[in-house]
């Protein structure tokens, strides 16, 4: 695993905390967002830790602070500390924890590039449907 560098983890917070507020004209402030972790977690974060967190004054949140974070923002605590670990890297971790996912993914390893591509259109069209990817309806 690399060392996190100053901005990495205030990159990936604020990231996260303009990711989970997109549909907002500005994400709350640290206040509003410590006490939103304390209550949908239970574990605890001061309004000032987060803070240090964000600005780079602190860069390795550890022990509950990192389990806050991590249950809040719905990533593995190695997202945090991994320098190296992309949104994108866990969104696929956490896409491959599903077994239907999984299972689509291995079944479609060995197939030509065309029927891959065949099967990505009907996943595109079933997401289509369910309205998935439709920010306006948020």
């Given at each position: 695993?690399?060392?996190?560098?100053?901005?990495?983890?205030?990159t990936?917070?604020?990231?996260?905390?303009?990711?989970?507020?997109?549909?907002q004209?500005?994400?709350?402030?640290?206040a509003?967002?410590?006490?939103?972790?304390?209550?949908?977690?239970?574990l605890?974060?001061?309004?000032?830790?987060?803070?240090?967190?964000?600005?780079?004054?602190?860069?390795?949140?550890?022990?509950?602070?990192?389990?806050?974070?991590?249950?809040f923002?719905?990533?593995?605590?190695?997202?945090?500390?991994?320098?190296?670990?992309?949104?994108?890297?866990?969104?696929l971790?956490?896409?491959?924890?599903?077994?239907?996912?999984?299972?689509?993914?291995?079944?479609?390893?060995?197939?030509?590039?065309?029927?891959?591509?065949?099967?990505?259109?009907?996943?595109?069209?079933?997401?289509?449907?369910?309205?998935?990817?439709?920010?306006?309806?948020?």
């Open positions: 695993m690399s060392t996190p560098d100053t901005g990495a983890i205030a990936k917070i604020n990231a996260l905390i303009e990711e989970k507020w997109r549909h004209p500005k994400p709350p402030g640290n509003a967002i410590a006490r939103a972790i304390r209550e949908e977690t239970g605890s974060i001061s309004t000032g830790y987060l803070w240090m967190l964000r600005t780079g004054e602190r860069k390795n949140p550890t022990g509950p602070r990192l389990q806050a974070l991590a249950k923002f719905g990533k593995p605590a190695g997202y945090f500390l991994d320098q190296d670990i992309t949104s994108e890297d866990m969104d971790a956490t896409a491959l924890r599903s077994s239907g996912v999984r299972t689509i993914a291995l079944r479609s390893d060995g197939l030509s590039e065309r029927s891959q591509r065949a099967i990505l259109d009907m996943i595109e069209h079933a997401r289509e449907i369910e309205r998935l990817d439709h920010d306006d309806d948020v």
